[in-house]
């Protein structure tokens, strides 16, 4: 494996107990338009992105080993009430993002994740807010929040893509 390779999947993983931390930490916060969704939203649309990246640095039997240390990490890590949410809704939800791009990812970087995140996104969010507070209360800003760090992260990842194929064509 590569470093960039490691480094996604490293990144990738520590946002599971991150956002786990944020949520008991901090509880509920804005996302825009007067929505509030728990605090561990924007460490969840990253992972989704970050589990995009690794799979494509690292390899996708990397990335499914992943999953099952995020989804562990989540149960092991997470405060009790939060556990089983957790560990279940990244499980399911990083597994539905995954079967999403695997056969999108020919189609580019940006198809791929911006499809994929969108399933792994609804799919974490309704899993997570049933399991941990079994309430649909937060889910507008749940999904608000997770959209907000995947379009950010694929116009970065565009951007970057954009000045790398000028700097080879130079």
Known sequence: MNTRGAIA??????????????????????????????????????????????????????????????AALSWWLADPALAVASAAAFAVAESMDFAVYEPLRKRGLPVAMLASNAVGLLADSLIFLWLAFRSFEYLPGQLLGKAWMTLAAVAVIAVIARRRAQVVAA
Request: glycine letters at 12%; a negative charge; zero cysteines.
């Open 9 to 70: 999947l490293t990144a990738y993983i520590a946002t599971i107990p991150a956002a786990n931390w944020a949520v008991t930490e901090f509880g509920a916060v804005p996302v825009g338009f007067d929505y509030l969704a728990p605090a561990g939203v924007y460490l969840v649309g990253l992972a989704l992105v970050l589990r995009d990246l690794a799979r494509e640095a690292a390899g996708r039997g990397a990335v499914l080993a992943a999953i099952a240390v995020g």
